[in-house]
């Protein structure tokens, strides 16, 4: 059974720091390309970040580029997201999603998802 479990989320100042980590299990870790999302309340799901370490290649967001950086531990089947300079309107749940395969940006295209860690930036 495929299971993605997302944590490091929290409350943090505007300026402020946060690593998110996405444990995954069930499956080749290296098969699959592993990207986060976020969902502001009244907000379309976004692309953050994705990696595909079989590869090497990874992508962000506009909005997050220079601030975030997604990494991968191939070893502990987990990747992470390290958050910095956050800004309030980084507030939202954020997923893990997984898919088989190369990177890809949009939601529709992944196949297994975590429940999501929320990550609340005050200004």
């Known amino acids: 059974e495929v299971q993605l479990v997302e944590s490091g989320g929290g409350l943090v100042q505007a300026g402020g720091s946060l690593r998110l980590s996405c444990a995954a299990s069930g499956f080749t870790f290296d098969d699959f390309a592993i990207a986060w999302f976020r969902q502001a309340p009244g907000k379309e799901r976004e692309g953050v970040s994705c990696?595909?370490?079989?590869?090497?290649?990874?992508s962000y967001g506009d909005s997050v580029k220079g601030r975030f950086t997604i990494s991968s531990d191939n070893a502990k089947n987990t990747v992470y997201l390290q958050m910095n300079n956050l800004k309030p309107e980084d507030t939202a749940v954020y997923y893990c999603a997984a898919r088989v395969s190369g990177i890809a940006s949009l939601a529709s295209r992944y196949d297994f998802w975590g429940q999501g860690t929320q990550v609340t930036v005050s200004s």
């Open positions: 990696i595909f370490s079989y590869d090497g290649t990874s």
